[in-house]
């Protein structure tokens, strides 16, 4: 068992707390970098890709999609499918890094997919599709639903796009957790598993995750979340590991040097136990970056996340 269970509340909450281990921004204002940069990073995006717009993959409000196409997309491509982080939720006071108030309740202080297309130009470039999954968030959202409307964005995917030749799932923070779901997923309950070829999906590139929730029970990001026991084991990636199938896709677990060392556990262990049971892992520990940068220099084509992506779908 974890030591977590040993730490205080205080400590278990600061290590919960990843705007609290940046040695870049302190603690108020990295969280609004954060969202600048990514909002900046997906207006460049949206200016030179071509794209389809919140995209309805189901009925509800939050099931939308946005969609990058390459820039040469005359026959068959790629996706990379990205799910935002955001700790599952829109809030959360702790997650809004000014005064609660009526400001800090504004959609535009926490992730959504309206500013999650800033990893599509270096990939578009290379004839790479970029998809950014939205999905409702606490307290509209539950835990179980969150992980059911990504699942079920694959499968539309799937569906409605016969050009596209492999999905790779990258999620970062809490949308690592919800790829990490869609991992273990019975695809005969969405009814693609007929036409499936190749493994769905073929790739996974997981960014600073929780794997396993139930520390989480304890500390202010339950709050909004509301989860049981049970739903936060049910919602646990670390408890289902199952042995990888031949198909099995290949999973790169990514941590940053500045991340908690209670993140870098979640990641070390989850690479292991995947490993253990089979499946075709690498742990990636990037020298330099935090919890947020990690995913924001996605944008560049010269960071090593991005080259290491590339290479993962070109070598399919
Ligand atoms: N309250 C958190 C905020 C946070 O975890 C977060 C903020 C923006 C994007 C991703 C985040 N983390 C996980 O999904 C913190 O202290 O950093």
Sequence with gaps: MGGWRDMSA??????????????????????????????????RARASAQTSLHVPYGKGDGEKLDIYFPTDHSGTFPVLVYIHGGYWQCLSPQLAPTAPGPHSLSASLFPSKDESGFAAPPLVSQGVAVVAVGYDTAPRGHMDTMVLQVRRSLAFLVEQYPEIRGIYLCGHSAGAHLAAMVLFTDWTEFHVVPDIKVPLPSGAVLVSGVYDLEPILHTYVNDA?????????????????????????????????????EFRRQSQEYSQALRAAGWSVSLLDLASVDHFDVI????????????????????A
């Design 10 to 43: 205080e400590a278990l909450e600061d290590q919960y707390s990843p705007s609290r281990w940046s040695p870049r921004l302190d603690r108020d204002t990295i969280i609004d970098a954060h969202l600048a940069v990514t909002a900046a990073g997906t207006e």
């Design 225 to 261: 979340l509301n989860m049981s026991r049970e739903v936060a084991q049910r919602n646990s990636p670390m408890r289902h590991v199952a042995p990888a199938v031949p198909a099995a896709c290949e999973v790169l677990v990514v941590v940053a040097q500045h991340d908690s060392p």
């Design 296 to 315: 924001e220099k996605l944008s560049e084509n010269s960071y090593i996340l991005t080259q290491v992506i590339l290479n993962m779908i070109s070598r």
